[in-house]
């Protein structure tokens, strides 16, 4: 059966902290894996990946695959307030996302 | 604005009534999807129309009822629902055939009771 996990399931820092967030999958047919950060309601892009070692960045955000071991982080410097999100982590096999539980950022002042 | 927009945004409804959501994207995908989303728990795929065809039904249970009269619209008919049924319903759109992202809409949050 075809699994994303998430971890760690929530996370509690302080702003200026680096946070790293990680996703594991066993998905058959894999395409790519996305990340998406989910705020209120409408779940929001972040990456896309679909070769190993290829770093993405998006300013203090990046992200990196790893298709041997199966897993992929998603860093983020210098938290900020506006970080607090639940951040999820899709794998897309064919033309269905396979979705894990989510991480649960809370960045403090 | 992802271009994907959804109504209701809240619904509360009792246990014999019928309604449905509405789902509309302007992004010209030929694609689209409806997830639930309940607490402590992954985004729940239902159901893909591709080309206006249901391509996947993952047992979802009959009181949920879907339609997509065409590639931008879709809805999904509730009815006979039941508290547990209670929960965020995104629907989102992709281009099939090419490996992007898909969109998501500001979801439905339907409360049963």
């Known amino acids: 059966e075809d699994k994303v996990v998430q971890s760690p399931l929530s996370l509690v820092v302080h702003e200026g902290d680096t946070v790293t967030l990680n996703c594991s999958y066993e998905v058959t047919n894999f395409r790519s894996l996305l990340w998406y950060k989910q705020e209120k309601k409408a779940p929001t892009f972040l990456f896309m990946l679909?070769?190993?070692?290829i770093e993405k960045k998006s300013g203090r955000l990046s992200s990196i695959l790893d298709k041997k071991e199966l897993f992929s982080i998603l860093n983020i410097t210098a938290t900020q307030t506006g970080d607090s999100a639940v951040y999820l982590c899709?794998?897309?096999?064919?033309?269905?996302?396979?979705f894990g539980t989510g991480t649960r950022l809370q960045v403090f002042p | 604005e992802t271009g994907v927009t959804q109504t209701p945004r809240h619904l509360v409804m009792g246990m014999t009534n019928k309604k449905s959501l509405k789902c509309e994207q302007h992004?010209?995908?030929?694609?689209m999807y409806w997830y639930k989303q309940s607490a402590k728990k992954p985004l729940e795929l239902m159901f893909v129309?591709?080309?206006?065809?249901?391509?996947e039904n993952n047992s979802v249970p009959s009181r949920f009822s879907p339609e997509c009269p065409n590639s931008s619209h879709l809805f999904l008919h509730l009815h006979t629902l039941q508290p547990e049924d209670s929960a965020l319903y995104l629907c989102?759109?992709?281009?099939?055939?090419?490996?992007?992202?898909?969109?998501f809409g500001q979801g439905t949050r339907l409360t049963v009771v």
């Open positions: 992004l010209g995908h030929n694609a």
């Open positions: 129309y591709s080309l206006e065809e249901r391509v």
């Open positions: 679909t070769s190993s070692g």
């Open positions: 989102a759109s992709s281009q099939q055939g090419m490996n992007t992202e898909a969109f």
């Open positions: 899709a794998v897309k096999r064919t033309d269905k996302l396979i």
